[in-house]
């Protein structure tokens, strides 16, 4: 009898030293599966070209062909340049505008012109200009007419849709994303008046 009882106590203590596996369903879905791949971002359409920036036109350097719908998308500030002119020196804050806001999606457009009689080098000889004495880094192009008949496209468009064309060099348009003209300033708004700055901002919606 003694020994029946012996027996019984050990399997009873054999069994509770078992452990009970607990099977938990949500706990194994929550758990990747091993080298699966994620399900793929839904891509976005791109962003169509306005009809401003549906043109083409030479860069200052090369005079290689540039479509102006690779700055879709963008705030813009386009500027017709000079480099014998009384705001030449514009140059300087023009660069410093573009340098601090292009990660935000900013950039300033060149175009030089010789509509006002101070602007007679060739491209190659305005490219030499701008880099080396004031350090352009902004996107420039080839030399072009802004006013009058001669005007290129773009700049017809400018004038269209602000109501005015450049009266003198360093004229500044500026673009919103969507390819509109928001404002436009006159050759005495330095790059770093404050309106000027505040618009491009406002553009950016660096503040509410």
């Known amino acids: 009898m003694l020994r029946r009882l012996t027996s019984l106590a050990f399997a009873a203590l ?3 030293a078992t452990p009970v596996l607990a099977f938990t369903p949500s706990a194994q879905a929550a758990q990747p599966a091993s080298g699966g791949a994620s399900a793929p971002a839904q ?3 791109p962003v169509a070209c306005p009809a401003l920036l549906q043109h083409t036109m030479e860069r200052l350097q090369d005079e290689s062909p540039q479509p102006l719908c690779q700055y879709r998308g963008q705030v813009l500030l386009v500027v017709n340049t000079a480099s014998y002119c009384g705001f030449t020196n514009q140059y300087e804050g023009l660069e410093a505008l573009h340098s601090r ?3 935000r999606g900013f950039s300033v457009l060149g175009f ?3 509509d006002f009689s101070q602007e007679t080098g060739s491209n190659a000889q305005i490219a030499d200009f701008c880099s080396n004495t004031f350090g352009v880094k902004f996107p420039m192009f080839a030399k072009s007419s802004v006013k009058g008949p001669q005007a290129s496209a773009l ?3 400018l004038a269209a849709q602000s109501g ?3 009266r003198w060099n360093f004229h500044k348009y500026l673009i919103d994303r969507d ?6 300033f006159g050759s005495a ?8 700055v505040r618009a491009i901002e406002q553009q950016l919606k660096l503040f509410r």
Not at 179 to 184: C, D, M, N
């Open 155 to 157: 700049y017809r468009e």
């Open 112 to 114: 030089p012109s010789n």
């Open 189 to 196: 708004v330095k790059p770093d008046d404050p309106r000027l």
């Open 179 to 184: 390819g509109k003209v928001v404002e436009s």
């Open 43 to 45: 891509a976005q359409a």
């Open 14 to 16: 054999g069994a509770a």
């Open 164 to 166: 005015e064309a450049p």
């Open 101 to 103: 806001y292009k990660d």
